[in-house]
T-cell receptor
């Protein structure tokens, strides 16, 4: 049982490049979330999913896309990276309504030059 | 949308008690969470309240008043390891989980 894992842990991109961040959980959780965390701004929700094949927008979805083709994986894509997307990205998952089962991944540090 | 407010910083002495307040305005409410986050690490779940009242878990307690849009996290018998950011978050009826900016607690010897 690995919990919630995120790949990669750290990445440097040039402006305009694209990449995909992978969040994987082995706990059969229904709900999955992508956040970005910037100094002084707390965690801001980018996109989330309440089940396989479903996605919904959060507070700051622009410039990101997501997919949940398999229940255990939630992918976050940056189509054309911008310096404003330099941040730490966290993924979280939880079992439906059993909120004490919620776990965060270790985070991905992204630097866009 | 969600509007979640909490103080930016608090300082307390080892062994003391600290209360971190959180006020919220949301379009739909399905519960309030508290998390702890140490510098450079991921947040970890502390508590979940959906009904009014106080929930106690060891040295940590969390209180909710839905009519007032208010919660607090109470940390008792503070230890140096409690120095961290404490995040208040609210989940709405669409299961969108939104966070406040966090409160940095510094525990002094």
């Amino acid at each position: 049982n690995a919990g919630v894992t995120q790949t990669p842990k750290f990445r440097v991109l040039k402006t305009g490049q694209s990449m995909t961040l992978l969040c994987a959980q082995d706990m059969n959780h229904e709900y999955m979330y992508w956040y970005r965390q910037d100094p002084g701004m707390g965690l801001r929700l980018i996109h989330y999913s309440v089940g396989e094949g479903t996605t919904a927008k959060g507070e700051v979805p622009d410039g990101y896309n997501v997919s949940r083709l398999k229940k255990q994986n939630f992918l976050l894509g940056l189509e054309s990276a911008a310096p404003s997307q330099t941040s730490v990205y966290f993924c979280a998952s939880t079992r439906e309504v059993e909120w004490e089962t919620q776990y965060f991944g270790p985070g991905t540090r992204l630097l866009v030059l | 949308g969600q509007n979640i407010d909490q103080p930016t910083e608090m300082t307390a002495t080892e062994g003391a008690i600290v209360q971190i307040n959180c006020t919220y305005q949301t379009s739909g409410f399905n519960g309030l969470f508290w998390y702890q986050q140490h510098a450079g690490e991921a947040p970890t779940f502390l508590s979940y309240n959906v009904l009014d009242g106080l929930e106690e878990k060891g040295r940590f307690s969390s209180f909710l008043s839905r009519s007032k849009g208010y919660s607090y996290l109470l940390l008792k018998e503070l230890q140096m390891k409690d120095s961290a950011s404490y995040l208040c978050a609210v989940i709405d009826n669409d299961y969108k989980l939104s966070f406040g900016a966090g409160t940095t607690v510094t525990v002094r010897a």
